[in-house]
């Protein structure tokens, strides 16, 4: 299955952890007040993503993704026209001659099509779905207070909302999905999602599919830099259906570090060109490598 197909699967649940530029920090008194709303909590935490989506946060860091076949590292940039990234070790080692090569052949081809571009028709598609769908989470579900940790942080159930009526292919999968959320009520931030999906649904993100019960998900976010919070861990176990082909099973962990800001203004080029600057003599980051994905 192609990767347009896999980014459309997980690109819903995503979402609930959208890097945001946080809020102002709220007193503890105001916090508590919100405790018993979590709707309003919801609400806001929504605005927050779509003001991100609309202006996300330039920004640098190392993504590692572990999955059946093996795990990887990459260097991602982040810009306001998109993501670029380079990949830096395979299994936890470094890059051999020959991958280096097919690495930077490749970042080169991107600099010379982002030369003519900005951004591009389907990157523009894809704000737009991600749009929709953030609109719609506080009337799509609904939350039932379930904890509060000595800390302040709060922890509301979802599930469909019963009336929920979905307006697009996009936000017909929230007719499947319930979990757990932890808010932090101080700057309206979501902390972690654990959800599963309990009932076949369909879903559509550029392309046609449906996502099988018994799937679930874990998302994790915290406060990266002053005032920037971003998703740090991500672990995904589904089991889909991409138009007439046989079921298929994705199973992938990410994990995120060493965020660095960048200049508000890069482009997409000269993102490309940062790192091609990388030296060809990369060692694989001092990670330590996480538990075996099964």
């Known amino acids: 299955m192609g990767n347009r197909a896999r980014t459309g699967i997980v690109a819903f649940v995503v979402l609930f952890a959208v890097p945001l530029v946080s809020w102002n920090k709220r007193s503890a008194v105001e916090a508590q007040n919100s405790s018993a ?30 999955a059946p076949w093996g795990s990887e590292i990459r260097d991602v ?9 380079r990949l830096i070790a395979v299994g936890d080692r470094p890059l051999t001659a020959a991958q280096q090569k097919k690495e930077v052949d490749r970042l080169k081809a991107l600099l010379q099509r982002s030369a003519s571009q ?54 017909r999968v929230y007719k499947g999905m319930r979990g757990v959320i932890q808010v932090d009520p101080r700057v309206d931030q979501l902390l972690r999602v654990d959800g599963e999906i309990f009932r076949n649904v369909s879903f559509g993100w550029g392309i046609l599919g449906r996502l099988h019960k018994g799937g679930h998900f874990r998302i994790e976010q915290r406060e990266v830099l002053p005032n920037v919070w971003e998703i740090t861990d991500m672990d995904f176990d589904f089991t889909y259906t991409v138009f007439f082909f046989s079921q298929s099973h994705y199973i992938c962990k990410t994990s995120n570090t060493a965020y660095t800001r960048i200049d508000p203004d890069t482009r997409r080029a000269e993102a490309i060109e940062m790192l091609l600057s990388q030296s060809t003599n990369l060692e694989a980051p001092a990670v330590e490598p996480s538990s075996t994905v099964h």
């Open 77 to 85: 940039i982040f810009t306001k026209e998109g993501r670029v990234d």
């Open 37 to 66: 709303q979590p709707g309003a909590i919801v609400r806001r935490s929504a605005q927050n993503l779509l003001k991100q989506i609309r202006s996300p946060t330039p920004i640098r860091f190392q993504e590692r993704m572990e």
């Open 118 to 171: 900005t951004v591009t028709s389907e990157q523009d598609a894809e704000t737009q779905r991600r749009l929709k769908l953030v609109a719609a989470i506080p009337t799509a579900f609904s939350y039932q207070m379930s904890g509060t940790q000595e800390s302040g942080i709060l922890e509301f159930k979802f599930f469909p909302a019963e009336y929920f009526n979905p307006e697009s292919r996009e936000t």
